[in-house]
């Protein structure tokens, strides 16, 4: 089984309605972040959260939140989904501190079309 | 703002014709400069980390190296299983340890 397991792995929906998307991992770690990635664009951090109860913003989180049920979940929301919001969306975790803080394990993403 | 500019866009090569990848960064303070591999429809893998000019990591037939900035993918003899978009990212030294992407080099290496 996958280290960072993402849930759906595609989805297609309507402009308007509410998607989440969940990530739980296996790996231990206490950081967990979601990205989003677009053709010519790169990945862009979205929220990230170094523990249960620490939430931050990222580059770009208008349009989302998230929740940190439990240090192996964390869920991205779309409360109301819009066509410029279809991309491919990772979730990833690191390790907390030394030379591990920079290493990303990433999950195999989740392709999101907003029609 | 911490800025990465990855060249070429795209790179074919022929298999075992050697080459590099570049990464220019802006950052105000580096922490670390990472490298990752993507294959298509799959997560980024991490293939090495970099701190501080001068510094060299190999792996098989890559070889990444860092100046104050740029930071060098050699790529040594590829193989078709070489094809991937590998990614360069920079991490800055203002505590919240979050990395910053650029968009990529697409290779493509023939057989």
């Known amino acids: 089984d996958a280290d960072v397991t993402q849930t759906p792995r595609n989805r297609i929906t309507k402009t308007g309605k509410r998607i989440m998307l969940e990530c739980s991992q296996t790996?231990?770690?206490?950081?967990m972040y979601w990205y989003r990635q677009d053709p010519g664009l790169g990945l862009r951090l979205i929220y990230y959260?170094?523990?249960?109860?620490?939430?931050n913003k990222g580059e770009i989180s208008d349009g989302y939140s998230v929740s940190r049920q439990a240090q192996a979940k964390f869920s991205l929301s779309l409360e109301s989904a819009i066509p410029n919001q279809t991309a491919l969306y990772f979730c990833?975790?690191?390790?907390?501190?030394?030379?591990?803080?920079?290493?990303?394990?990433f999950g195999e993403g989740s392709r999101l079309t907003v029609l | 703002e911490d800025q990465v500019t990855q060249s070429p866009e795209a790179l074919r090569l022929q298999e075992g014709e050697s080459s590099s990848l570049n990464c220019s960064y802006t950052?105000?303070?580096?922490?670390?400069l990472f490298w990752y591999r993507q294959d298509p429809g799959k997560g980024p893998e991490f293939l090495f980390t970099?701190?501080?000019a001068g510094e060299e990591k190999e792996k098989e037939r890559l070889k990444a190296t860092l100046t104050k900035k740029e930071s060098f993918l050699h790529i040594t003899a590829p193989k078709p299983e070489d094809s991937a978009t590998y990614l360069c990212?920079?991490?800055?030294?203002?505590?919240?340890?979050?990395?910053?992407f650029g968009t990529g080099t697409r290779l493509t290496v023939i057989p």
């Open positions: 990833a975790t690191s390790d907390l501190t030394g030379e591990g803080a920079g290493e990303l394990f």
């Open positions: 790996k231990g770690h206490d950081r």
């Open positions: 990212a920079v991490q800055d030294r203002t505590g919240a340890n979050n990395l910053f």
């Open positions: 950052v105000s303070g580096l922490r670390g």
């Open positions: 970099l701190y501080s």
């Open positions: 959260s170094f523990d249960v109860k620490d939430i």
